[in-house]
């Protein structure tokens, strides 16, 4: 008989009076700083999903899994609490590899909502996304930058699993586009603390434009390391997931000329992201982890994951994927449809600017700039 990781909730029930959803999001490892603001952020949108009446008339309550494990850990336990009933859909942030382990195991059986930016492709039944893809992120990112900062010769740097390699391959394209090249990549494990030989490469190769592809705290670490070197006097950096807790951990000596591309940013200043900034203070206090575009998707997949089930009328995976592409909802980053199981939104750039970002541009998703 399977036995979770952790104990089943107390609210744990054979009938049909609650709607249980994992939601798996980092609680150790390098991305474990993003686990406070994700949950929060997913209870605030629970909470508002219920005082609408639920899902289908069943009252949603958020299992956390800890999504920072191997993906063959975190894939068993999602699979099991599905198993034993405890849970009817999925959602949360968590690294490509995670979902790619997750999604053959589940999404079949439950409806899940993937809110992490990711490196695109992913067509698996049942398997919806609101995060940004490369196409979208960071091909007018590196269009715009490459005409209005004259960027030309491109360093990749990430961690060594699937979303930065097919992130970095990508980048090679949008880099020709504008009349760039890449000049080296390198990829790091998870967990890296020394970055002393890629940053002898950077500089060896005369970059003019650092796209960063690390995650959680071995961004912050990169960052300090190439202030540090002195090289941020000399290279842009662009990075797709630099949210505003890695930007505070990173530290404002170390955030000079740092670039960051998303669909949500805590300062835009139009009216929802303030209501969404209003809600979320009267909710937990003026000490709650920080709001961050990674926190903020967590609260968009609980959104997702309600109507989606709220348009089919069903939980049966099937039904809500014929019904998909007719489905809409209104959060932060404002009034979104699905298209080919992807939420299409906004994107915007933004400049790092002491431990805050400034948000310079939304971004054209169409056409590279020349």
Known sequence: MFR???????WFTADDSVFGVALVLPLQGPAGMFGPTCESCAQLAAEEVNRAGGVLGRELRLL????GGTPREV???VEALVDVGAVQGVTGWHISSVRQALAPRIAHRVPYVYTALYEGGERTAGVFLTSETPRDQLRPAMGLLAHERGLRRWFVVGNDYV???RTARAAHGYARESGGSVRGEVYLPLGTHDFGAVLRRIERTEADGVVVLLVGSDAVRFNRAFAAAGLDARCVRLSTL???NMLM???PSATSDLYSTAGFFASL???DTLDFHGQYAERFGTEAPALSSLGESCYEGVLLLAALIG???SLDVSAIGAAAETVSYEGPRGLLHLRDGHVRQRIYLARAEGLDFDVVAELDLHEPRP
Request: glycine content about 6%; overall charge negative.
């Open 249 to 251: 951990a990173s530290g």
């Open 75 to 77: 894939a068993d336990h």
């Open 64 to 67: 956390p899994v800890d999504g």
């Open 163 to 165: 979303w930065p390699r």
């Open 242 to 244: 630099m949210d505003e």
């Open 4 to 10: 979770p990781a952790s104990p089943l909730p107390e």
């Open 269 to 271: 200043a139009n009216r």
């Open 311 to 313: 348009r089919a009328r």
